[in-house]
């Protein structure tokens, strides 16, 4: 009786013996998970807190703006904004526009967009602002509205991409701003707006034929930057017209970074990102996103200067009809520039931009290979005007010395009549 009383207490005892381990392993496991989850977020903050905009912003460029028209986002995205916390959205220096970090206080911002009173247009990611800088530089704001299609995620996209990603064909952001509960992105101004603008507004000036050429030069050294010249390597997944801003010069910049991602295969479905007429088939059947998939959207601008026609207006049945004779595309051709472009160039630009679109991805070119294309395409077209232009100041030399001969001959003709009548 004894015996078994003894073993009932061992039992007994190393039950709660293993219990009480057991609980040792699970609450220690708990309290690890949550020390590594809250390093890895002060990580993260702090990185993103000393993110080094300034280096790229205020004084290196003096035009820019932002998007200024709406995107059709196919799925929105799947993440859910939080409540503001005490992190490096908070975080601000006592002088903003003097800071290193590009981080400004939206009091700062209150003032250098005069209580946001000069709004520019309205984008995805909410209303565009223009603002003048103490330093006198104006800039371009875009505020993330409440009910924005891009949300935080974005927001937090664009910001960390293009703090590290600097090209001449790429938005300058200058900085932005995580205060009083606002996210708001700061870009240089871009005084002749957006393509999209310029190509479809009856009221803007004309596009010439040169300047679609280099405008169109211009986004592919911009895309090849990315493919090519970033490390990791960054897909777009929103080219479109009107994400392609214009300098004073009208040079040509690519904007717009909130549905970008680096070209890392995660095994994640993010969803169906992008705007209706620019996405790549492919994209839809399979959700994949690939740089070809890039080169599909480029492929549809590149339509976009040759035709002037938006891509809800049809564009793609268009381009099709076309293909469909060799010189198709006169027929489709902007009848702003007929008669200034040669219709060689014309083909030779829409054979490139159907490549691009072809429907196998991996058949479409590298964007180095399109640059190449485009930019043999604006060398002949710059060497037949430069000949023309030496033709006509020859023409122009030839007919003023003939007219100098004449008028010389005609004096000796009257002195010698004078001589003759004395």
Known sequence: MVHNTDLVIIGVSVGIAFGVLIASLVFFGVRWYKRRANLQRCANESSLATLPIRANGVGTSFDISASLSNSVV???????SKNLQHSWWTHHSKDPFASASGIYSYKDIQRATQNFTTILGQGSFGPVYKAIMPSGDVVAVKVLSSNSKQGEKEFHTEVSLLARLHHRNLVNLIGYCVDKGQRILIYEFMSNGSLANLLYNEDGQALSWEERLQIALDISHGIEYLHDGAV????????????????????????????????????????????????????????????????????????????????HQNLMEYVNLAAMSPDGVDEILDEKVIGTCNPDDARSLASIAHKCLHKTPRKRPSIGEVSQAILKIKQRHRTRDDTMSFAGEDFSRVASRIEQQQFELTNIVTTIAEKISC
């Open 74 to 80: 196919v799925k929105g995205s799947d993440y859910t």
């Open 232 to 311: 990791p390597p960054v897909i777009h997944r929103d080219l479109k017209s009107a994400n392609i801003l214009l300098d004073h010069s009208m040079r040509a910049k690519v904007a717009d970074f909130g549905l970008s991602k680096v070209d890392v295969f995660d095994g994640r479905n993010s969803g169906l990102k992008g705007t209706y007429g620019y996405i790549d088939p492919v994209y839809i059947s399979t959700n994949k996103f690939t740089m070809k998939s890039d080169i599909y959207s480029f492929g549809v601008i590149l339509f976009e200067l040759i035709t002037a026609i938006h891509p």
